[in-house]
């Protein structure tokens, strides 16, 4: 039982370049949520999805997109990578809102623009 | 002011004390209270999840609510060394726009020495 798999674990960039972080959930989950998290400001909703091919905007959107094709798939891309991108991003997902509102994450992708 | 206040600490306890973990919200709307908990260089992991105001017991967990102050607890009794780790509060909405939406404190990164 995987969970939630994210790839790749770590990543280096250098500035202007773009990459596609990956997240797997084998739960059949419907919601699906990118965070990004960086020392002294917590988790920060970057986007998220309620369903399969529908996204909404989190609280730091700006420098990133996502997709959701697939409802086990949530794709989040940076399309030209800032060192003010440089964090460790977690995707979650759950079932529902409410009483199946809460959240399993992923371990992270570890990711540093230089 | 953010809507979700969490001291981080950190917190250094001896292994047998009990622990005292708390967050204060702004948004009368939150129903939904978790506890999540985060070891080094990996994903928040659910530890405890209440609905509403009351106690909620797991083991050596137990999970407070009280919605008139907007006050959340956690406390861990008889605390080992295994439970050092960064705790997160956070909480969801029943209605409105933020369904389905979790709100983190930053945690609070705590220590149990032997």
């Known amino acids: 039982n995987a969970g939630v798999t994210q790839t790749p674990k770590f990543r280096v960039l250098k500035t202007g370049q773009s990459m596609t972080l990956l997240c797997a959930q084998d739960m059949n989950h419907e919601y699906m949520y990118w965070y990004r998290q960086d020392p002294g400001m917590g988790l920060r909703l970057i986007h998220y999805?309620?369903?399969?091919?529908?996204?909404a905007k989190g609280e730091v959107p700006d420098g990133y997109n996502v997709s959701r094709l697939k409802k086990q798939n949530f794709l989040l891309g940076l399309e030209s990578a800032a060192p003010s991108q440089t964090s460790v991003y977690f995707c979650?997902?759950?079932?529902?809102?409410?009483?199946?509102?809460?959240?399993?994450f992923g371990d992270g992708t570890r990711l540093s623009i230089l | 002011q953010k809507e979700v206040e969490q001291d981080p600490g950190p917190l250094s306890v001896p292994e047998g004390a009990i622990v005292s973990l708390n967050c204060t919200y702004s948004?009368?709307?939150?129903?939904?209270f978790m506890w999540y908990r985060q070891y080094s260089r990996k994903g928040p992991e659910l530890l405890m999840y209440?609905?509403?105001?009351g106690n909620k017991e797991d083991g050596r967990f137990t999970a407070q609510v009280d919605k008139s102050s907007k006050y959340i607890s956690l406390f861990i009794r008889d605390s080992q060394p295994s439970d050092s780790a960064t705790y997160l509060c956070?909480?969801?909405?029943?209605?409105?726009?933020?369904?389905?939406?979790?709100?983190f404190g930053r945690g609070t990164q705590l220590t149990v020495w032997p």
């Open positions: 979650a997902s759950s079932p529902g809102s409410g009483l199946q509102g809460p959240q399993h």
């Open positions: 999805s309620v369903g399969e091919g529908t996204t």
């Open positions: 948004n009368s709307a939150f129903q939904y």
């Open positions: 209440t609905y509403s105001s």
């Open positions: 956070a909480m969801s909405a029943s209605r409105g726009s933020t369904l389905g939406r979790l709100y």
